[in-house]
T-cell receptor
Framework: SQKIEQNSEALNIQEGKTATLTCNYT??????LQWYRQDPGRGPVFLLL???NEKEKRKERLKVTFDTTLKQSLFHITASQPADSATYLC??????????WGAGTKLIIKP | DSGVTQTPKHLITATGQRVTLRCSPR?????VYWYQQSLDQGLQFLIQ???????AKGNILERFSAQQFPDLHSELNLSSLELGDSALYFC????????????FGPGTRLTVT
């Protein structure tokens, strides 16, 4: 069956460093992949979308890579700030464009 | 503010009861999605509507149903409620049925006692 894995353990990063989150998938060839941010008790907020034919996408301090050979996406936040602390979700689009969601990784940026 | 509205924000009800959650998508968005998120759990896709028609079904229980009206707002009906139905219910909308970026509402927190 199709599976998406994100680090279930919280990621603790020192302020100013680069945070890197991982999204791995199996048994699947996604058309594209999305990353969302979710704060406690609130709805997810769309951050970035990367298509299967794109290797890298950037937006301000955010960078996403997509390796269809490794079946992995990496999400980077450079110059991290305490305000970046949140849970980050990855979601893959199936061939019918429906999204399959990972469980999310909690990111904690320490001052 | 995503532009997606959900009502009510909080709902407390007893087991066996029925409730209706309401969602208004962003202006111009034709697709509406419903998700359930239990405490410390991931998002579980329930159902999608596009321009009034059911487009996709996920892990939606038979006790749950939804519809999208001509004005594109949507309602999620939950019946014969059980304690395990307590969760945050999110509505999201997108421009098309192709699952481009989704815009989420603030959610409805349902507590079943």
């Amino acid at each position: 069956s199709q599976k998406i894995e994100q680090n279930s353990e919280a990621l603790n990063i020192q302020e100013g460093k680069t945070a890197t989150l991982t999204c791995n998938y199996t048994n699947y060839s996604p058309a594209y992949l999305q990353w969302y941010r979710q704060d406690p008790g609130r709805g997810p907020v769309f951050l970035l979308l990367i298509r299967e034919n794109e290797k890298e996408k950037r937006k301000e301090r955010l960078k996403v890579t997509f390796d269809t050979t490794l079946k992995q996406s990496l999400f980077h936040i450079t110059a991290s700030q305490p305000a970046d602390s949140a849970t980050y979700l990855c979601a893959l689009a199936r061939s019918n464009y429906q999204l399959i969601w990972g469980a999310g990784t909690k990111l904690i940026i320490k001052p | 503010d995503s532009g997606v509205t959900q009502t009510p924000k909080h709902l407390i009800t007893a087991t066996g009861q029925r409730v209706t959650l309401r969602c208004s998508p962003r202006s111009g968005d034709l697709s509406v999605y419903w998700y359930q998120q239990s405490l410390d759990q991931g998002l579980q896709f329930l159902i999608q509507y596009y321009n009034g028609e059911e487009r996709a079904k996920g892990n939606i229980l038979e006790r749950f149903s939804a519809q999208q009206f001509p004005d594109l707002h949507s309602e999620l009906n939950l019946s014969s409620l059980e304690l395990g139905d307590s969760a945050l219910y999110f509505c999201a909308s997108s421009v098309s049925d192709k699952d481009y970026e989704q815009y989420f509402g603030p959610g409805t927190r349902l507590t079943v006692t």
